[in-house]
């Protein structure tokens, strides 16, 4: 399979997102903006049954850690000044979530709106568990490996390398490590990949070290629909 490295990164874009609040879990139905209650290392799941395509932050990266897994996002604050996160499903509807502190924590976002006209619960599901298999370094039942050393991306901040790959039916499942290239810490970008078919993505370490120093290198795990 051939990847195209000019898909991995995402462009950024930003509209507004609506809600309504119910026992710690928010249903968003329309497009709009939302507060989000939030506490500091406490991660908030947020569904989206139509499938996303798109993320992107507004404001400190480092501030904020987003894990992808099947149509599910994992939001961390990290900071008290957390940047917003916009969302864009695979329908092309955009949704802006806005963190607001000492004042609960919503527990769950559901994002309702254009649910039914997206998403594949089956592929969900065993993409999560054959992300989790992966992660655990457990072997995939009738998958083909193969090793490879190809990068996929790299600019002026990291690079990223396939270092294993994994067809399964239906799927690939793939082992890549981002490298820091920059003098200072930088973010694991897991949430601006977007490669194609993109089903789950996720990282062994939030923050990679500055360049030349333990630790600027981390595994990344990804699945992806053949």
Excluded at 53 to 65: C, E, I, M, T
Excluded at 67 to 91: Q, R
């Amino acid at each position: 399979m051939r990847v195209n490295k000019g898909l991995i990164f995402l462009y950024f874009m930003t509209v507004l997102i609506n809600n309504a609040v119910a026992q710690g879990i928010k249903d968003v139905s329309r497009e709009g903006t939302v507060e989000v209650r939030a506490e500091i290392g406490k991660a908030i799941e947020v569904g989206i049954p139509a499938g996303v395509s798109n993320l992107v932050r507004s404001g400190d990266a480092a501030s904020l850690k987003v894990e992808h897994v099947a149509g599910h996002l994992f939001i961390t604050p990290l900071l008290h000044s957390a940047a917003e996160l916009v969302i864009i499903d695979s329908n092309g509807r955009s949704y802006r979530l806005k963190f607001v502190f000492d004042q609960g924590i919503d527990e769950k976002v559901v994002i309702t709106a254009g649910a039914d006209e997206g998403g594949d619960r089956r592929t969900g599901d065993s993409s999560i568990e054959i992300l989790r298999a992966l992660a655990a370094g457990r072997p995939l039942t009738g998958a083909v490996e193969s090793a490879q050393e190809t990068v996929v991306f790299q600019d002026t901040s990291v690079r990223i390398k396939v270092l294993r790959m994994y067809e399964i039916p239906g799927m690939i499942g793939y082992e890549l490590s981002a490298e820091n290239l920059l003098a200072q810490s930088l973010v694991v970008p897991v949430e601006q990949f977007n490669f194609p078919g993109l089903l789950a993505v996720t990282s062994k370490q939030d923050i990679l070290s500055p360049a030349g120093t333990p630790g600027e290198r981390g595994i990344i795990y990804m699945v992806t629909a053949r």
